[in-house]
């Protein structure tokens, strides 16, 4: 089935301390609190597939997809204070993050 | 609502001719066939957002998502026909390829 109508904002995190469970799960447990923007309309949260090609990057430890109905709640979504709150107490866990954001293409 | 049970297979790529409409609806004509792959659960056909923020890279041209229900079932869509025939077929069109496959974190 084709998704269409929907903004993908989709973030991977580098952790500051790659060793650390402790330190992911506890990004992995802010992820789920900042799930509870009421503008996401779905989500995923995850890890590293064991998959391994020279196209494939690996090296980040934590994917995040939130899914938005509109380009509009996206931009809620940003300025959102669970998401503030996110920021403020989860930035200290990663050391460098990616974000693709993408929007339908029309075909 | 949470995606659980899944296997993010998200692929972006960088156009060989980055100015060239003509490539740019070649490939996603070529994403819309490859989206026929049975295994395939939800799919999206995807642009660079108008978004910018230093976190955000929006230099690719095109982004696919693939969703698929199993890891066996994106294992059975790498050497689909039909994938390798869009490879055969496209990867002219393409510069660069990134592959972000992602699992579900138990969260």
């Not at 790659?18 to 009421?38: H, I, M, N, Q, Y």
């Not at 931009?75 to 974000?99: A, M, N």
Request: include cysteine.
């Amino acid at each position: 089935m084709q998704l269409n109508n929907i903004f993908l904002h989709h973030v991977y995190f580098w952790l500051n301390n790659p060793g650390s469970e402790e330190d992911l799960k506890a990004l992995l447990l802010g992820l789920k609190k900042l799930a509870t923007v009421e503008t996401i309309d779905q989500y995923h949260i995850g890890l590293p597939a064991p998959t391994r090609r020279e196209v494939i990057e690996s090296s980040y430890a934590v994917s995040w997809l939130a899914i938005f109905k509109t380009a509009a709640n996206q931009d809620s979504y940003q300025v959102d204070p669970i998401h503030l709150d996110f920021i403020k107490e989860c930035s200290h866990f990663w050391s460098k993050v990616i974000v693709f954001d993408s929007i339908d293409a029309a075909v």
